[in-house]
């Protein structure tokens, strides 16, 4: 594939991304304009695709192929629509992106629920099996609320992330990065299921509330994967049944380029 049409494809599946999380709740009525979703372009990976602002609809449902603006690992616009800027917390992303030579995809939205239990200091613990692995460990916590506009800003962000999956910006929102949009805006969505639930057993049990044990989470990891099971491995081996795992991503995608051209 040459640059033009891979830089084509990663807008494209940039726009798709951000669609998504409207769709699943994450930017959505009064958020609808607030997070973005990049990607870092494969055959150029000092630079970087990511939703813009100054749309005449600024809403991420809306976002479109040709919207999307390039970066540079500065944060600075360089390729795009003319008057279109790239996202005011754009330093989230170059930050991350030159700390992290291993992150494909980041994303930035406000989800409620990791906003409230970051605001009441609240450590998430595994509630549920979905995003179970993101809260094994306490997720980092960026000591602020401020918007992340400046170089420093970027980097305090940057380096409260760490080596972690997931970040929580108190009483801001979210970062959550990943391997491919796909990684990342559903790494988001589980650390959303694991604050969800966290506040559910707080409100109801307070602090200390009972949670799923190192033990369970044990035992689960030891658990053979389900093609080395006997009574699956012929029908799993070679399958399309082994890409099954991903089929709740591939749906929202599916649905968010609907009427995309």
């Given at each position: 594939m040459t640059a033009e049409p891979q830089l084509e494809s990663v807008r494209r599946e940039v726009a798709i991304a951000n669609r998504v999380l409207p769709e699943i709740g994450l930017a959505a009525g009064v958020l609808g304009s607030l997070g973005h979703v990049?990607?870092?372009?494969?055959?150029n990976p000092e630079t970087f695709v990511v939703k813009g602002r100054g749309y005449a609809i600024d809403a991420l449902a809306r976002a479109e192929p040709e919207g999307m603006v390039v970066c540079d690992l500065d944060g600075f616009k360089i390729g795009g629509p003319p008057g279109i800027t790239q996202c005011f917390e754009v330093k989230i992303h170059s930050c991350i992106y030159r700390a992290r030579p291993d992150v494909q995809s980041i994303v930035h939205v406000h989800p409620r629920f990791a906003i409230v239990m970051s605001v009441l200091g609240v450590t998430l613990v595994p509630m549920c099996r979905e995003g179970m692995e993101l809260v094994e460990q306490p997720v980092p916590v960026y000591p602020h609320s401020k918007l992340i506009l400046s170089e420093d800003d970027g980097?305090?962000?940057?380096?409260?992330?760490?080596?972690?999956?997931?970040?929580?910006?108190?009483g801001h929102g979210a970062v959550s990065v990943g391997t491919s949009t796909g990684d990342a805006v559903m790494n988001m969505a589980h650390l959303e299921e694991q604050a969800r639930m966290n506040w559910y057993a707080y409100a109801a049990a307070g602090p200390g509330h009972a949670r799923i044990t190192d033990a369970q989470i044990a035992e689960s990891h030891a658990q053979p994967p389900t093609a080395e099971l006997p009574h699956f491995?012929?029908?799993v081996s070679g399958t399309r049944a082994q890409a099954a795992v991903g089929g709740v991503w591939r749906h929202?995608?599916?649905?968010?380029a609907e009427g995309m051209e």
């Open positions: 990049s990607m870092r372009v494969p055959d980097v305090g962000v940057a380096e409260s992330l760490g080596d972690a999956t997931v970040l929580m910006l108190q491995r012929e029908l929202l995608a599916a649905l968010a």
